[in-house]
């Protein structure tokens, strides 16, 4: 599949559900001659929950991504590159889109070795992904914002997170691309021995991050309601800045217990809040079930 293509059929899928009527265009009478998807009826085109499933593993296989909430991976390494052009730089994404950010409170279990951190305040380690084998951590928490990753020691976690691995999501800056970042995340959702949880902000946008992870837990504020009501000063922004995310969530039939709890108090007051608020705050932060998962007790045993 084409960028063009990626692209447009990422925004018709973010934007209208299965069943709805969408107007016709150039690009759905490409996606019904290339991908066998939705159909055309009296001027409009429609798509199945079928037709969905089965046009993201089609994209899935051609290009390893996902095609509702992945970048278009259209770049190469420079080391690719290398091997057949001049031009090492030409059409390559930078070197440290292959790399991920990680931290730990007290060490990085990785490869069954353990890793000191740094004695002195360190945003984490950048690692290249692929030369990650294992993970020795029980839980592996994706994190929104970068401010967190030097702060972890002063968050107020439940217990069973002071021993996480901790991935930072990356940015929307071409320098910080967040596709690595949830390759190495979801890497891991099908093994038993992991639980992987999603700390993001308290707003639409962390709601979708955390809501479309596909981590088993949001870590959130334990009182949102509390949080939100927080007394700070000046102008909220967020809340009418994120109207894709609020549509986003509209959209969906039914978000985890604690997702809808946040979006239905932050639709009532139109505010927001934001990682570092909870830090500088001191919020006592909780685990929410985004979905349900096995135990993960057994599971390192004698690796390190």
């Known amino acids: ?16 559900s299965a069943g709805d009527k969408i107007p016709s265009k150039a690009y759905l009478k490409r996606l019904k001659a290339d991908y066998d998807f939705g159909a055309f009826s009296a001027g409009y085109f429609t798509y199945a929950l079928a037709d ?19 970048p278009y991976p259209e770049q190469q ?12 730089k030409l059409n390559s994404y930078p070197v440290s889109r292959d790399f991920i950010l990680i931290n730990s409170i007290n060490g990085l279990k990785i490869n069954k070795q353990l890793i ?15 030369d990650i ?37 990356g940015d929307v800056k071409p320098s910080q691309q967040t596709g690595m970042a949830y390759q190495f995340f979801r890497r891991w959702k099908d093994n038993p021995c992991y639980k992987l949880v999603c700390f993001s902000d308290l707003d639409p ?19 949102c309601e509390a949080a939100i009501a927080i ?5 909220e922004q967020e809340w009418h800045k994120q109207t894709e995310s609020r549509l986003y969530l509209y959209r969906q039939q039914q978000l985890p217990a604690q997702c809808q709890l946040a979006f239905s108090l932050m639709n009532e007051q139109h505010i927001t809040l934001k990682q570092e608020h909870m830090l500088s705050h001191n919020l006592k932060l909780q685990l929410f079930s985004l979905k349900q998962k096995g135990s993960v007790n057994g599971c390192y045993a004698d690796q390190i």
């Open 231 to 235: 007394d700070l000063q000046g102008i």
């Open 52 to 70: 969905k499933i089965r046009l993201i593993n089609k994209v899935k296989q051609q290009l390893g991504a996902h095609l509702e909430f992945d």
């Open 116 to 130: 000191a951190t740094s004695p002195l305040s360190s945003l984490g380690l950048s690692v290249k992904a692929d």
């Open 205 to 223: 946008k962390g709601i979708e991050i955390a809501y479309t992870s596909e981590a088993d837990y949001w870590l959130s504020p334990a009182d």
């Open 133 to 169: 084998d294992t993970v020795e951590h029980p839980y592996i928490v994706l994190v929104e914002n970068l401010t967190l990753m030097a702060n972890l020691a002063r968050l107020i976690l439940p217990e069973p997170l002071k021993d996480a691995l901790w991935l930072y999501r």
């Open 77 to 88: 390494s420079r080391n690719e590159n290398s091997k057949t052009n001049r031009a090492e």
């Open 1 to 16: 599949m084409q960028k063009g293509l990626f692209n447009d059929s990422k925004k018709m899928l973010r934007k209208y």
